[in-house]
């Protein structure tokens, strides 16, 4: 998988901002976890377990095949559809794509909390421009917002 923006010496959250700036029509959020970056990065890596819990477009997510961070996945969406995507996953960085989405998560540590941001990226859909446009940026802002709530709350357990 090609990841062009995977230099190990940029900050993760940088890194995501360079994505999001190549990406036309990428949503991004963030949010200050009150939890350590361990245990959001452990809930964020978790992608079988912990994705259903707080995508709730996603139904199911299985890695059919793992060469050391670059994964193949298997996620089945809330209709039951089945979409191959390939990953990239380490500490602070996560990055998934197939076809038709681009999904990404980074995270740094702010002392005993971690800042984490979190991506989303529909292939070939962009919105019309005016009033469709801010409306699908705002409904994804939404969604990510209460994403990050979910990991957060998630994080709290995964850290005990």
Same mark, same amino acid.
């Given at each position: 998988?090609?990841? %062009?923006?995977?230099? %190990?010496? *940029?900050?993760? *959250? !940088?890194?995501?901002? =360079? @994505? ?12 200050? *976890? ?5 245990? +959001?990065?452990?809930?964020?890596? !978790? ?7 707080? /995508?709730?477009?996603?139904?199911? +997510?299985? +890695? =059919? ?13 809330? #209709?039951?559809? /089945?979409?191959?995507? !390939?990953?990239?996953?380490? %500490?602070?960085?996560? @990055?998934?794509?197939?076809?038709? +989405?681009? *999904?990404?998560?980074? #995270?740094?540590? &702010?002392?005993?909390?971690? @800042?984490?941001?979190? &991506? ?12 469709? /446009? ?9 969604? =990510? !917002?209460?994403?990050?709530?979910? =990991? /957060?709350? &998630? ?6």
């Amino acid at each position: 998988m090609n990841d %062009p923006v995977a230099h %190990p010496d *940029i900050d993760p *959250i !940088d890194r995501l901002a =360079i @994505l999001a700036a190549a990406l036309p029509g990428a949503v991004v959020g963030q949010r200050r *976890i009150a939890a350590p970056f361990e245990a +959001v990065w452990q809930v964020v890596a !978790d992608l079988e377990h912990a994705t259903p819990r707080y /995508e709730p477009g996603v139904a199911h +997510v299985r +890695v =059919i095949e793992r060469r050391g961070e670059f994964l193949r996945l298997l996620v089945q969406d809330s #209709a039951g559809r /089945e979409d191959a995507m !390939d990953a990239r996953l380490r %500490p602070g960085w996560c @990055l998934m794509q197939s076809a038709t +989405v681009v *999904i990404a998560f980074a #995270a740094r540590r &702010l002392g005993s909390e971690t @800042l984490l941001a979190h &991506l989303e990226h529909r292939r070939g859909q962009t919105p019309e421009p005016g009033r469709s /446009e801010s409306h699908h940026r705002r409904a994804t802002l939404a969604k =990510i !917002d209460q994403e990050l709530h979910t =990991i /957060e709350s &998630l994080a709290a357990h995964y850290g005990r």
